[in-house]
């Protein structure tokens, strides 16, 4: 069993920046794709970002290329989700997520393990 944690979400102006941070234990997750997905009240999760268990394959939305950037540490059990030029549309609860079961992935439901999701509000 993975357990993971998120953090770093608040409230924040639009042009802002806030750094997620989604930390695991039980289980190292050197192995595991890790996504991000984000969830905006309605029934829609939708895909932000996922890395590969190496870092070494990188995909995004296209909503958030070139604002958005998803790192990991392995040696600390932990992903990062880093968020620049944040507009209003980006106000969702953010989750992560992770998935050995095959190629780094957008598909939500193909992730095993999530996070509780943390609240990002982007506004003036």
């Known amino acids: 069993q993975v357990q993971l944690v998120e953090s770093g979400g608040g409230l924040v102006q639009p042009g802002g920046s806030l750094r997620l941070s989604c930390a695991a234990s039980?289980?190292?997750?050197?192995?595991?794709?890790m996504g991000w997905f984000r969830q905006a009240p309605g029934p829609e999760r939708e895909f932000v970002a996922a890395?590969?268990?190496?870092?070494?394959?990188?995909l995004y939305a296209d909503s958030v290329k070139g604002r958005f950037t998803i790192s990991r540490d392995n040696a600390k059990n932990t992903v990062y989700l880093q968020m620049n030029s944040l507009k209003p549309e980006d106000t969702a609860v953010y989750y992560c997520?992770?998935?050995?079961?095959?190629?780094?992935?957008?598909?939500?439901?193909?992730?095993?393990?999530w996070g509780q999701g943390t609240q990002v509000t982007v506004s003036s």
């Open positions: 997520a992770a998935d050995n079961s095959g190629p780094l992935t957008t598909i939500w439901h193909n992730y095993v393990y």
């Open positions: 039980g289980r190292s997750i050197s192995s595991y794709g």
């Open positions: 890395i590969s268990w190496s870092g070494g394959y990188i």
